[in-house]
């Protein structure tokens, strides 16, 4: 397994920037694919992006696309989510997750993921 701790949440305005950072530990970064997700109050957890081992490969929602971007830096054992021109409706908690082995993938389906963080809060407001 993995140790996932996020960070760099906050309250922001609507339109500004925010940078979450994920530090992982216990195993090599190289060894699983990351994603981000997030939850907003009374709503199920969602798929915000994935990027794969060696970061050659990326997948965003929909409503993200073009203004959130996830990156990878192995030898730090981090992932990062760039949030651009922020809405309310990315307000959320925004969790980081590993997802290990041969067969991982991209995917949007939380369930495929094998290590979550504790969450960090973004909060924007208009």
């Known amino acids: 397994q993995v140790q996932l701790v996020e960070s760099g949440g906050g309250l922001v305005q609507a339109g500004d920037s925010l940078r979450l950072s994920c530090a992982a530990s216990?195993?090599?970064?190289?060894?699983?694919?990351m994603g981000w997700f997030r939850q907003a109050p009374g709503k199920d957890r969602e798929f915000v992006a994935c990027i794969s081992r060696s970061g050659r490969t990326t997948r965003y929602t929909d409503s993200v696309k073009g203004r959130f971007t996830i990156s990878r830096d192995n030898a730090e054992n981090t992932v990062s989510l760039q949030m651009n021109s922020l809405k309310p409706e990315d307000t959320a908690i925004y969790y980081c997750a590993a997802q290990f082995g041969i067969y991982a993938r991209c995917s949007t389906d939380a369930s495929d993921y094998d290590s979550w963080g504790q969450g960090t809060q973004v909060t924007v407001s208009s």
């Open positions: 216990g195993r090599t970064s190289r060894d699983y694919l």
